[in-house]
């Protein structure tokens, strides 16, 4: 069983001819959730598959998946990660990591028939960690937030949930959320 982190970037670079990864439609917010759903102090959550729906030019929509398992040869810091996406965004593989032409509904239909969907959304129900299953899937949006239309499909899927009334970042919640699970589950990977 995997739990699972579903990404709606609206602006960010579909190839990888950019400068850093904040000039790259803020590439650098998927960077951030990257590191916060998958990396451990001293290693890597197995259990763990990141997505991210990018909606920036020039190709979109792209979808970006990064799987726990099979990751390697990869560290922390900005400049890994800025060289791992400029490869993978340029068609070019690296261990663990695909990128396909993918819709948010395509990916969401198809996860919707093994997991248990969850947006997260301030306006959502409070979390209650006992409430969640560990195959699991969360869907978050950008800096600017998940379009109305696209929150409205993924909730035909799944239900609103909320970390409380302070909005925080997107990686920010992703570890609150492997937190909870973590406690909940007592194994992080």
């Known amino acids: 069983m995997s739990r699972e982190f579903l990404l709606f970037s609206r602006i960010a670079r579909t190839h990888g001819m950019f400068k850093n990864l904040h000039d790259a439609g803020r590439l650098d917010i998927t960077y951030e959730c990257i590191i916060a759903s998958l990396f451990l102090s001293h290693g890597l959550r197995k259990n763990v598959i990141f997505h991210s729906i ?3 030019p020039p190709n979109p929509p792209i979808h970006l998946q990064i799987e726990g398992e099979h990751l390697y040869d990869v560290r922390t810091d900005v400049g890994t990660w800025e060289l791992i996406l400029k490869k993978v965004l340029s068609n070019k593989s690296h261990p663990g990591i695909t990128v396909g032409k993918r819709s948010f509904e395509s ?5 919707a028939d093994t997991k248990q969907i969850f947006v997260l959304e301030e306006g959502g129900q409070e979390i209650d960690s006992r409430d969640l299953p560990s195959d699991s899937l969360f869907v978050l949006g950008d800096h600017i937030g998940l379009p ?11 239900k609103k949930i909320s970390l409380g009334k302070t909005p925080y970042l997107a990686s920010s919640c992703i570890t609150v959320l492997n937190y909870l699970l973590d406690r909940k589950f007592k194994s992080s990977s």
């Open 107 to 111: 990916l969401l239909k198809t996860k």
């Open 54 to 56: 990018l909606n920036g």
């Open 148 to 158: 109305k239309k696209v929150e409205n499909f993924a909730l035909r899927y799944g």
